[in-house]
Structure formats: C-alpha cells, structure tokens
C-alpha cells in the first residue's frame, strides 16, 4: 500500500487524536469562558493584600525573581520532554522507516542542542573553586 491509499489510512487512524484535541481545546475555552460568566466580581482592596498564612503583610509585597536557576528549569523541561519522545518511541525503533528513524534522530538533536544551550547559560553562573 503506496501512496494515497497510505494516506488516507493514516488520516483515518488520527481521526480519534484530533478529535479528542479538538474536544479538549473547546472544553477548555467553554470552561474559562464559563467562569467569566458566572464569578461575582466585587472589587475590594482587601482581596488585593498579599495573603501570608493569616499574618499581616510585612515588607514589600513584589519581589524580583532571580534569574539564576532559570536554567535548572530549562534543562528540567528539555530532559522531561526527551524522555517523553524516547519512551514513546522505544518500543517502535526496530519497525520504523528509515525517514520516520531519520526523524526522530533529529527530534533528540534538537533537544541536544537546547540543553547545550542551557548547559552554556549555566556556565558563569558556576564559579570554580579556587585555592
């Protein structure tokens, strides 16, 4: 089977995830829009005090966040969703295309390449002990 005949079973075998995709999506437009409706909205500046576990707030309420663990979180994220293509992945290797294998060799140099990047950034952050 070559061709359109293949591609049009492959479009009908995705019927379901698009279906399920289309379905959340619209689930969850309805659900905020929902919300939007039906909360009260009675403005109060109490409601806007910063709550700290029932204490009155002391000191400034805005603080920056630092930057310095920003690339901990990117290298999190690059190695949770590598693990998610390759367990995805791992049972079909031996039976996929040489294109398909093609594919997927790029998708994991991709992600190799962002966690070099998040690798690079960390660098000045890491100071070498010296003495």
């Not at 994991?108 to 003495?131: E, V, W, Y």
């Amino acid at each position: 089977m070559e061709g359109p005949e293949m591609i049009s079973e492959a479009l009908a075998q995705s019927v379901g995830l698009a279906l399920y995709v289309v379905i959340a999506f619209v689930f969850c437009i309805a659900s905020l829009l929902l919300a939007k409706i039906l909360a009260t909205s009675r403005p109060n500046p109490r409601k806007a005090l910063t709550y700290e576990c029932g204490q009155v707030p002391t000191g400034p309420t805005k603080t920056r966040f630092t930057i310095q663990y920003y690339p901990y979180a990117v290298i999190y994220a690059i190695y949770g969703a590598l693990a998610i293509v390759l367990l995805l992945a791992a049972p079909s290797v031996s039976a996929m295309p040489p294109s398909q294998l093609w594919i997927l060799l790029l998708v994991i140099g991709s992600f190799t390449f962002a966690l070099m990047g998040a690798l690079m950034a960390l660098r000045p952050l890491i100071k070498p002990k010296r003495g």
